[in-house]
């Protein structure tokens, strides 16, 4: 099959956010934008209801299962079973630190607790010229279905697909970045703080090895996020000459074929260092990893899963 178009992340083992450093993305000629309608800000209302939700937290009340030392260990990091949120091992579980793009974790549970797959976003300047990692070929001034754009955030990181949905959920990016602030309140988690829908900046952005593992378990609530996370790639029907958009999925594991990844998201900045959500399901078992500032993060995961699941299958 011959397409004009192809939007290719190159696949690294984590994606890069620094606005000195910008992927190489496919370009595609498009016919002149059509004028975009204006749009009112609308007061965005976070899922939830009132109170704190803590359906979703991890246990850090019980001694750890596995013990595992690395030779250059991360700066924090968590093992976890996703279905009971029991803690397996940990190193530093509430330590705040940069997060890069796990940030887009929250963007992708507030989007689809929002709108449906079938929404059509408006593509603005602003989303166009986002720096650093992203999508690549989005047609200012034409709309592009919503689940594409999901697509686009959760397997290449794509920047400019997460300012896109921010814009079109909250009206605006500020207001998109406050509903995500209230959304982690309303999960319990504590050591969060979001200032961006894609983790470009760091100031002022932060989480923790527990709260990203409650967010991991939220999300993969949500079918249309576990269908995403878990795809080696996706073709996908696309307003750019060629017709289709081609996402491959950035996450180191399942670039390595490593069996049964369900999940979930890479990140990377100078200041946040090579980090990584990722989560597996070996029948019956799901378990999730959380490492911030790794030197190796897929090859410490590994050692992190391979232990885990053996410790589980032997009690």
């Known amino acids: 099959m011959t397409v004009a178009a192809i939007a290719v992340a190159v696949v690294v083992l984590a994606d890069r956010h620094s606005s000195s450093h910008r992927p190489e993305s496919a370009t595609a000629t498009s016919p002149k934008p059509a004028q975009l309608p204006r749009k009112q800000p609308k007061a965005l209302v976070p899922a939830g209801g009132g109170g704190v939700d803590r359906r979703y937290a991890v246990d850090l009340s019980k001694p750890d299962l596995v013990s595992l030392r690395f030779r250059k260990a991360p700066r ?157 790639h996706a073709v996908l029907r696309f307003p750019i000459k060629g017709g289709h958009l081609f996402l491959y999925n950035n996450n180191p594991l399942i670039r390595a074929h490593y069996p049964g990844v369900t999940g979930l998201k890479t990140g990377y900045t100078d200041k946040s260092g090579r980090s990584i959500v990722t989560t597996v399901k070996h029948g019956r078992l799901e378990l999730g990893v959380v490492l911030l500032h790794s030197e190796d993060p897929s090859t410490q995961a590994r050692k992190l899963f391979s232990r885990g699941f053996r410790v589980l299958r032997a009690g």
């Open 76 to 232: 924090a990091g968590l093992l976890f079973d996703v279905r009971s949120g029991q803690v397996l091992w940990r190193r530093y579980p509430t330590r705040r630190l940069p997060i890069a793009s796990l940030t887009k974790m929250m963007t992708a549970l507030v989007v689809v607790e929002q709108k449906g797959p079938r929404d059509r976003v408006a593509i603005t300047r602003q989303a166009v010229k986002a720096p650093g990692s992203a999508v690549g070929v989005l047609p200012k001034g034409k709309t592009v279905q919503l689940e594409t754009l999901l697509n686009g955030l959760l397997l290449v990181s794509g920047n400019d697909a997460a300012i896109a949905l921010a814009q079109h959920i909250g009206g605006s990016v500020k207001t998109f970045v406050l509903a995500m602030n209230q959304r982690a309140a309303q999960l319990g988690l504590s050591c969060t703080h979001f200032t961006t829908p894609n983790g470009l900046q760091d100031r002022g952005n932060y989480s923790c090895p527990a709260d990203l593992a409650a967010l991991a378990r939220a999300d993969l609530a949500h079918h249309r996020i576990r269908r995403i996370a878990r795809r080696d």
